[in-house]
Structure formats: C-alpha cells, structure tokens
C-alpha cells in the first residue's frame, strides 16, 4: 500500500508524525535513517526526514542514502532533517547563541502549498540549538521567528520543504494543517486507512504473540497499564491472563483500596495485590540520584512479580510477562535507534530490555499515546474514572520525592549563575527576583536530556509574561533548565533558600509528607471543579529549606495532549490562593513553588 515514508533520526517526536498522519486516514510507516532507496522504491508517496538529537556538524551525524533526494516524491525536513536537507543540497547550518525551546510565533515571509489555509502569528514549537542560516540554490525562506531568520524554506518546484519547528505536536496550532496541506495536497495520497480499526488490530496482534501462552501482567492502577490489562483479558479470556498490582508504599493516599474496589466493580477476577512496600524502601537507601533511583525500582518491580509468580505457582516457561508500555515511555528511554535518554521508565531497565530481546514480553499498547490509550479504553468500555484519570508513574512519590546527599555538592559557582540570569533579566527589562536553587531536575532540549538547576522568580504574576520570561531565560541559559515561581513569600527581605546542610533521602515520613500534601490539592481542584481541565498534576517536595530547616513543595499542572510536548495550566488565581493557604498550614513545609516551565525545556516529572 502507498504511504508515507517517515525517515527516524531518533526524534521524541518521530512516532508523533505519523500519528497525526494515521488521524487524517493516511498509512504512515516509520524506517530507520539509512533505508535503502529500493524499500521505498514504488511505495513511498512522500518522504518525511523526523528531528533528532545529533547535529549535523558531528563526525558520527546520521544521513540519507545518496539518491533518496532524487526519488522524485515530496520530502519534508522537521527539525534536524530541516537542517539536514540544507546541509547536504548547499545550504548552511549553523550553532546559533540563543537556542529556542517552546513555543514561538511563526511570520510567513513566502508562498508555498505547505502553508496554503496559514497566516502569520500561529504559534508553532521549537526544540533547537543549530539553526539553516543560508537556504540551498533554488530554496526560498518562507518562514521565519524572532531567533531564526529561517524557520521555514521551500524549493516548491522539486516539492522539498524544511521546517525548524514542530508541527507534529499539540503546541503547534496549525501544525496539523501544514502536515495535511505536505500529506493530501502536496504527496496526493489517498485517504485508505482507518483508525477506527485499531482495538481489532490490538487483539489480533496479542493472539499471535501470545499463541498458546499465558499473560502475568503487572497493573499499577494508571490508565496505561489498566487498559492493557482490559485489552490481553478481552484477547485471551480471564484464564489466561492474571494480573499483579503490587503496593510499592509510593502510593497517593487511598489509592490501594480505590484500585481495588474499581477492579472488582469492573468485574475482573483475574487481579493480585502484593504489599511489597517493605523491600522497595530497603532497596531505596541512602539513594539519591533520580536515575539509580528509577533503575533500582524498575528492577524491584521485577523482583517482587518473580516473588509472587513463585508464591501462585506459576510456570515462567508458560508465562508472558505484560506491561503498560505506552511509546513515551520508550522514546524517552532512549528505546528507538537513534534516540537519546531522556530518563529511564521503570519500565525499561536493562534487565526488562533482555527480556524483551528474548521475546518474554508482551507490550500491547506500546505504539500508542495517551490520548490513544483512553480511546482503546473506551472501545473496551472502561468506566470513565479509569480512562479520564490523571496518569500517576509507575515509581509513584518516590520521584517526587527529591533526594540530597550531602556528600555529593556541586561543583557549579551558583552566585556566578544568578550573576548572569541578572544581567539578562535586567537587558530584557525582566521586572523580577530570580534566584538559582542549588539543587537540579531533569529536562528535555533538543532530543537531549538536561540535568540542570530550576531558577525561582517573583515579582511577576502575569501567567502569559511569566511564560514568556520561563521560555527566554531556558532558551538562553543552558545552566537553567526551569523557572519556577515563588508563592508564599513571607520575609521582608529577598528570600534566602538553603539546601539542607544534612542528606535527606526516601523516607516513610517524608512520603507520608508529600502524600498528605498531595491529597491536599487534589481535594481542591476536585471540589472547584478543575480537575478534568488539568491532564497531570505533579505534586513535588524538594529539599530546599528556610531557616528552620523545613522543605519546599513544587506545583506543576500541566495541560497536554500526549505528554511528549506540554504547557504548564495557569491555574485561576483563586484555587491557587486556596491551595497556598491549605499547604501552608502544614507546619513541615516552607516555601511552595508553582513550575512555569513547558515542554520542552522542562520534562513532566522533576526526575
């Protein structure tokens, strides 16, 4: 069948792409960067060359087979293949100072059938460092931003287009026109294919897999892993597949017996629950670092299924083991090709990457999104509690539970940071404090993962300002990969925020903090009727202290699609005056912080 040929250079976009192709009805299929000219030979009605982390100056920088330009068919460049197409046809890349992370306002500057329906000031999504600073012969810039001159380019009459941006993803408002315009205009494929389809397909693929064996699935109570459970059962039949909810003791308050009682009002028959809390806290420590510590509870999760597997007496050789594995999961794992790690899911540790090797895993929903997942659940018709409920990760608080060992400073002069993000606030008439917070979170810019410190701000309390500001500081500071804004300030003077002089690690009365915590600001958003509005609400404490020594929390609702590119909620300012005054009647906690930091610079999760 004619599709559209996406070529991977190892984007966390790349499956995006041919997501939002499927949803206009058209095959897309996705082939590593080196695909040989006779694989698309006669089947690839347009060609499309994904982002990727690399850059294209790298001596080990992924390229196309010679002649792929010269299959006569429509070729777009997003991102990197943007770059690419103007580095091997003559153009010129370069490194620019100001990289552009998140959102920003696109200026047609030419015509082109990409943009045909499209006007100037649609806003469009970045996640760049290297830039097209001269189009090849024959090209024209058809686009352009405040921090590229040329975000777009066009040779219209060999059908080849380059754009920086991302139009794949939810942040970019017209982005699926453009891919439409590229798809059904420009390729002229036929609309043949049907997403309606998909759950069928599901099923078939699971029976094939699966031939004779069983499933032993583990099932932790999120959206993900409930509907793969849902879908292997339709499949195979409650005999054939059990699933294991394990208690690892990071669960939000009640959330044990809510899952439960929701299972067993579903009526599945087939579901263990293992305590497990005890040896997950053992293992955790004096650990600190967020990826040991994602690795350490992927490999628990393993150990207590193969304790409960022995305990039920089952036969490992007759058992497949079942995940929830949805596709962010992989890319940011560093699980495709060409990819880089963004963080490890727990449910990509190596010891799960062999056994996925070794053909001992079944992964139902592994090729879907989020909002694909709650479809698949509807089909199934799962109760609109499961399907609708805010995703909880699988490590559960225990990342969102910063750790600090001591004995492992930093290294960075944070006074020379602050030095830098003040004289940049002050050139861009940034009427704010800010101040770098000596502790770091995990990020995304580029394809490639940051490890960097939040910067903490006041002053400003404009949600759209304060957008913009978060944007600019992490696009031009690499130190600063979030900005957070500061909600409680209580002294006269400009805070002082002190990293706790001992190590704090995991810690039953530290969970136990945060879980009352948490429950204190889903009660709220509950009964002020917000909660549907809010797609993930992380509730994060973090070791940062007043002078008595007390922690900090972290808000960070966000609103997003498929949790690969999200924007942070601007939350009515009332709720969120409520939500200060609850938390800060618990004596444990000082300052409370809301994450103004989108996606990318700033992942979901803080670890």
Known sequence: MKHIAILDFGSQYTHLIARTIRELGVLAKIYNNDVSIEDLKGKASGIILSGGPQSVFGKESLRIEKGVLEMRV?????CYGHQLLAHILGGVVKTGNVGEYGKAELGIVGRSKIFEGISSGSQVWMSHGDSVTKVPQDFEAIGETTDCEITAMANNKRKIFGLQFHPEVAHSEKGVKMIENFVLDICDSKKDWKIENIADELIEKIKKQVVERKVFILVSGGVDSNVAFALLTKALGEDRVKGLYINTGFMRQDESKRIMKRFKHMGFSNLEIMDAGGMFFEKLVDVYEPEEKRTIIGRAFLDAKDLAAEKMGLDVDQWLLGQGTIYPDTIESGGTKNSNKIKTHHNRVDAITKMLEKGLIIEPIVDLYKDEVRKIGRLLNLPKELVDRHPFPGPGLAIRCLCWDVGKRDEVDIAQIDKKIEEFCIEKKFDIFSKIL??????????????????????????????????????????????????????????????????????????????????????????????????????????????????????????????????????????????????????????????????????????
């Open 438 to 607: 000596p502790i770091k979170s995990v990020g995304v810019q580029g394809d490639n993962r940051t490890y960097a410190h939040p910067l903490v701000v006041f002053g400003e309390n404009d949600w759209d300002r304060l957008s913009e500001i978060s944007s600019a500081i992490t696009n031009a500071n690499k130190e600063v990969n979030r900005v957070v804004l500061l909600l409680n300030k209580k002294e006269k003077e400009n805070p002082i925020f002190y990293l706790s002089k001992k190590s704090i690690f995991l810690s039953k009365g530290r969970i136990e903090l945060l879980r009352k915590i948490d429950r204190i600001v889903s009660d709220i958003i509950r009964d002020r009727n917000i909660y549907a509005d809010i797609d993930q609400f992380p509730v994060v404490l973090v070791p940062i202290c007043d002078k008595h020594g007390r922690e900090s929390i972290v808000l960070r609702p966000i609103n997003t699609r498929d949790f690969m590119t999200l924007q942070f909620y601007k939350m009515q300012k009332d709720v969120l005056i409520e939500i200060v005054k609850e938390i800060d009647k618990v004596e444990e906690i000082s300052y409370i912080f809301f994450d103004v930091t989108n996606k990318p610079p700033g992942t979901t999760e803080w670890e």
């Open 74 to 78: 429509p070729v777009l460049g997003i």
